[in-house]
């Protein structure tokens, strides 16, 4: 079961963020919440989990949860009871209730598994800490009242209990809300007045993070953040299985690609979110191919303006020390690796462009300039990765786009280049190597030439 607890923004030192509203996702939630007489192998004793390799991808109608290799590689958590698991969520739910708190169960289905022959029954990163008050701002402003009472913000099938992908984890590990509490504390408040000033939220800022400018620090965190729906509001998947941005990958169906990696190709064919206005690159194309002004923001406005955010982020963040604040280096991090995939997407839709132009008008330039912008793409994806796989475990299995492997994806956006180079295969290295030195002169070579391979050169002791 996933909940979305909409109601705290930082649980540890007890500050609320005023939301008003709990929900449950679950595929299935019900053999643990109620008891029917009339069904008596439905309700479910103790909480279990499967210890079993599970497959990428299962049957949405819940067939194949009760199949043998997982209900044989069962362990129990917690002892207890249906009647004691009936009782507990009846205090939590009345514990909301006593405070305000709306609580719902969301469900989209009632399965039908493991009663077959019985009782005449037949037959959606969260990585990097997000921040960007201005595009909440603007989201709730832009809410169509007549037909919305409102908005709930959480995720789909992810469960904000304690994090599980740091490298240097807290002990116990750090609850997901507590990591996350800036952008919790930016929905829940706005949420409430949107009017609320982005100066409140440097103060704030300022506050839990002394040693460096608020204001600074307020400015690089939203710019950063603000690749995410501009990138998005470009290369538009609908639907949480139709594109993933930390992956630059969705389901090989929405990718039209074996392994779901969005290619040069796809970031052609796909087209903008239709409430933007932007271009996508086929009408771009066309009108530069006619002579005519394109009426809205080009796919090179969008490059352009995905640069700026990342490029501005990215001198901010140069100016900012931690001073051995662990959870600021942390979000420094985040912030550095979204600006890095900001500067990754821009090359990849300014190299796309050129390269859909080339395919329309053969000329040279435009081949050199597609193969230019992808090179350089590929650059900032090995530093986009390298950033992130030094605070988070990876690879990854997503509930809808699958496993995403950031090492694994570098040849995916190499053959973005290969498609119109020749090379061979990629030996570019990616984790902390251990090195030896000796006293002296020692060098470390760095290949290719111009990309840095090594982003922290730790020295642990001297000879």
């Given amino acids: 079961m996933r909940a979305s607890f909409l109601l705290s923004g930082d649980v540890p030192s007890g500050k609320w963020h005023r939301y008003n509203f709990i929900s449950l996702w679950s595929l299935h939630p019900f053999p643990s919440l109620v008891k029917v007489p009339d069904y008596p192998d439905v309700a ?7 210890t079993v390799q599970w497959k990428e991808d299962y049957d949405l109608s819940g067939k194949g949860f009760d199949s043998s290799e997982i209900l044989g590689s069962l362990e129990t958590l917690n002892k207890m009871t249906i009647d004691e698991k009936i009782a507990f969520w009846r205090k939590v739910m009345r514990y909301a209730k006593d405070r305000n708190i709306d609580f719902c169960v969301v469900t989209w289905n009632i399965f039908v598994n493991g009663t077959y022959g019985k009782y005449g029954i037949t037959d959606d990163n969260y990585y990097f800490r997000w921040g960007a008050p201005d595009f909440v701002r603007e989201f709730i402003a832009n809410i169509p009242h007549e037909v919305s009472r409102g908005f709930y913000f959480g995720s789909d099938q992810y469960i904000w209990g304690r994090e599980f992908m740091s490298t240097e984890p807290e002990t116990p590990r750090q609850i997901e809300i507590a990591k996350h509490w800036y952008p919790w504390m930016i929905w829940g408040r706005l949420g409430y007045d949107p009017n609320l000033s982005n100066e409140r939220f440097a103060g704030i800022i300022q506050q839990r993070y002394p040693g460096v400018s608020g204001r600074d620090l307020f400015t690089a965190w939203q710019e950063a953040s603000m690749i995410y729906p501009k990138t998005t509001g470009f290369h538009w998947g609908s639907l949480d299985f139709q594109w993933y941005i930390k992956a630059c990958k969705s389901r090989p169906g929405p990718a039209q690609t074996q392994t779901g990696f969005h290619d040069v190709n796809r970031f052609i064919t796909l087209d903008p979110h239709p409430g933007t206005d932007y271009i996508s690159i086929p009408d771009y194309v066309d009108d530069v191919a006619a002579g005519r002004q394109a009426a809205g923001a080009t796919p090179i406005d969008v490059s352009n303006q995905i ?76 530093l986009y990765t390298s950033t992130a796989l030094g605070q988070y475990e990876n690879p990854l299995w997503g509930n809808r786009v699958g496993y995403c492997d950031w090492r694994s994806l570098f040849s995916e956006v190499l053959h973005d280049i290969i498609l119109w180079t020749t090379g061979g295969a990629s030996t570019w290295a990616w984790d ?32």
């Fill in 44 to 50: 479910l004793d103790d909480v279990k989990r499967s």
């Fill in 307 to 382: 640069h700026a955010h990342a490029d501005k982020a990215l001198t901010i963040l140069a100016g900012l020390s931690h001073g051995g604040d662990k959870e600021l280096r942390l979000t420094l991090g985040d912030i550095t690796a979204m600006a890095y995939l900001g500067k990754y997407y821009a090359h990849k839709i300014r190299g796309a462009t050129e390269l859909a132009l080339y395919r329309k008008s053969a000329e040279p330039q435009r081949q050199t300039a597609a193969v230019e912008e992808l090179t350089k793409a590929a650059q900032y994806w090995r």
């Fill in 432 to 463: 902390r190597k251990a090195v030896t030195v000796s006293e002296g002169r020692n060098t470390i070579r760095l290949a290719p030439k111009g990309t840095v391979l090594i982003d922290h050169l730790n020295v642990l002791s001297g000879l």
